[in-house]
Nanobody
Framework: QVQLVESGGGLVQPGGSLRLSCEAS????????MSWHRQAPGKEREFVAG????????RYADSVKDRFTISRDNAKNTLYLQMNSLKPEDTAVYYC???????WGQGTQVTVSS
């Protein structure tokens, strides 16, 4: 079974921080580029951040650049998203994705509100 299980979501005030984790199993995690996507209510899913298999290259959506950091620990089969300076516009369900294989997690809710 291929599983991508997100955790770490929750409620945070504007300007606060959260760290999302994605634990992968049933796939060769260290050989795959990974990414985070999100979907806000009433909006389409959008790309947030991506990372190459060894973690050497990252890219970000303009809306989160300089605020979010994607990283991975291949020894732990885990992907991370450090989210700082959060804004209400960041409120969404965040998904862990192996885009080359079409694998998606079930998502974790992030709510940014006073």
């Amino acid at each position: 079974q291929v599983q991508l299980v997100e955790s770490g979501g929750g409620l945070v005030q504007p300007g606060g921080s959260l760290r999302l984790s994605c634990e992968a199993s049933g796939l060769t995690f260290s050989n795959l580029a990974m990414s985070w996507h999100r979907q806000a209510p009433g909006k389409e899913r959008e790309f947030v951040a991506g990372i190459t298999n060894a973690g050497g290259t990252t890219r970000y959506a303009d809306s989160v650049k300089d605020r979010f950091t994607i990283s991975r620990d291949n020894a732990k089969n885990t992907l991370y998203l450090q989210m700082n300076s959060l804004k209400p516009e960041d409120t969404a369900v965040y998904y862990c994705v192996a885009p080359s294989r079409g694998y998606w997690g079930q998502g974790t809710q992030v709510t940014v509100s006073s």
